[in-house]
């Protein structure tokens, strides 16, 4: 069955400019987290959704960052004038939700801010 | 955002002998946890769960251990192959704060031909 897709695979971007990338989780999963992963390291959370309650935003590194999910499905991360900084491999996942909390990932984008 | 550690330890093990990573868990509350497997350029893996009420849960070639009193978690690998050369994170959850899942900063293993 499909899993967990993100697009694009692979992003090179300018220092200063816009980036959106996608998430698309299984079909029917209630939860959708987004990590961001530096080369070699961990897992570095970002956000979380949960249904139709508020997102944590607890773990956005600064306020370029934003994030939303329409519908309960498909959800959007945006870094507004990404630095060098945000160069690392954005990482999207989906559960069941509350009680199911096995997390299925996505393939992940690679961002490159030149 | 949450602790992901600077530089990931590496486990270096024979090919063929047994492998135990360990991790230690931050919220005594926790009574969910999870190791996933992740190879080079791919997303995380679900490997094997288990539950507070439980102590070991044991899968194909795959053991977790849960020791509750030290917040301590263990996956322990039999007869480790090639294929088994991944960086591996444990993940605790509690269903009572009904929090976020959190991972743990990871381990990489290494399989010496």
């Known amino acids: 069955g499909a899993g967990v897709s993100q697009s694009p695979s692979n992003k090179v971007t300018e220092k200063g400019k816009d980036v959106e990338l996608r998430c698309d989780p299984i079909?029917?999963?209630?939860?959708l987290y987004w990590y961001r992963q530096s080369l070699g390291q961990g897992l570095e959370f970002l956000i979380y959704?949960?249904?139709?309650?508020?997102?944590?935003k607890s773990g956005l590194p600064s306020d370029r960052f934003s994030a939303e999910r329409t519908g309960g499905s498909v959800s959007t991360l945006t870094i507004q004038r990404t630095q060098q900084e945000d160069s690392a491999v954005y990482l999207c996942?989906?559960?069941?939700?509350?009680?199911?909390?096995?997390?299925?990932f996505g393939p992940g984008t690679r961002l490159l801010v030149l | 955002g949450e602790s992901v550690g600077l530089h990931l330890p590496t486990l270096s093990v024979q090919e063929g002998d047994n492998s135990i990573i360990n991790c230690a868990y931050s919220?005594?509350?926790?009574?969910?946890f999870i190791w996933y497997k992740q190879e080079s350029g791919k997303g995380p893996q679900f490997i094997i769960d288990?539950?507070?009420?439980?102590d070991k849960r044991q899968g194909q070639r795959v053991t977790v251990l849960l020791n509750k009193t030290v917040k301590h978690l263990s996956l322990q690998i039999a007869a480790t192959q090639p294929g088994d050369s991944a960086v591996y994170f444990c993940a605790e959850h509690s269903y009572s704060s009904a929090s976020k899942i959190i991972f743990g900063s990871g381990t990489r293993l290494s399989i010496r031909p």
């Open positions: 919220n005594s509350a926790s009574d969910y």
């Open positions: 079909s029917g999963h209630t939860a």
């Open positions: 996942a989906s559960s069941l939700g509350l009680y199911q909390e096995t997390q299925y």
């Open positions: 288990i539950r507070s009420n439980m």
């Open positions: 959704f949960q249904g139709n309650s508020a997102p944590d």
